[in-house]
């Protein structure tokens, strides 16, 4: 295990910086190398811009196919919206062979647990995989996965409220591959959650209006949709 900073050396200059240490590491090593970049933003001269987003994501390709390297890149996401960052986050989620979401997971009255969710966007060879769930733990003093009664009771609690949340959770998944008819999702939903019609409607409703945000199967950002095709209703993620 090794480790560098990259603060002290110009925004522009980072990702050339990180490739001399490489070099240097290669020199020692001759394994495979697993490189965690935290955040990758950091060594960009502008998340937002096409170009400098995709000369950093281009450095990420030369570098992988020199050193025999793989990279974990940690990425915010932007405020309110289940989207990596500017248009680094949108190529670098099309590029990525896997995709991960980090979050604290949410009680029935909306308020952050201590429980944090991992949960799988995108997996390029596989199916997505469920998700997992962590928690820190003092006496190791870091995090270890989350016990399985305590994620239970949380999820039986979010499930009796019927939270848009939890809700949305099911909507993708059922409609992950292609659109379903109306009635059809309610009627999963309802099994679901034990609960009535009207409730799934208006949570649907909210989940529509709020523009929750959803992954498609490449893990792409996208909306819960209700449109009208041939005098049927159809819900569909686009």
Known sequence: FDFISLMDVPRKERFNALREYLDHIREK???????VLDVLTDCCQDFNQTEASMQLIDHL??????FDVTFLCVIHENPGHAKAR?????????????VMQVGYEQDAAGKD???IRVKFLKCRNTKRH?????????TFKGLVLADELEVNKLSEQR????????????VEKYLLDEPMKSGELIELLMKDFEAGKRTIEERLKEIVEGGTGFHNSMGKPCRLEKTKEAGKVLYWLK
């Open 29 to 35: 090593f001759n394994t495979h190398i697993f490189i």
């Open 61 to 66: 390709n030369v570098v992988i196919n020199k």
């Open 86 to 98: 500017g248009h680094l986050g949108t190529e670098l989620t099309n590029k990525a062979s896997s």
């Open 113 to 115: 647990t201590e429980l």
């Open 130 to 138: 469920e998700p997992f769930y962590l928690k820190y733990c003092d």
């Open 159 to 170: 499930k009796a409220k019927a939270m848009p949340t939890e809700v949305a959770d099911k």
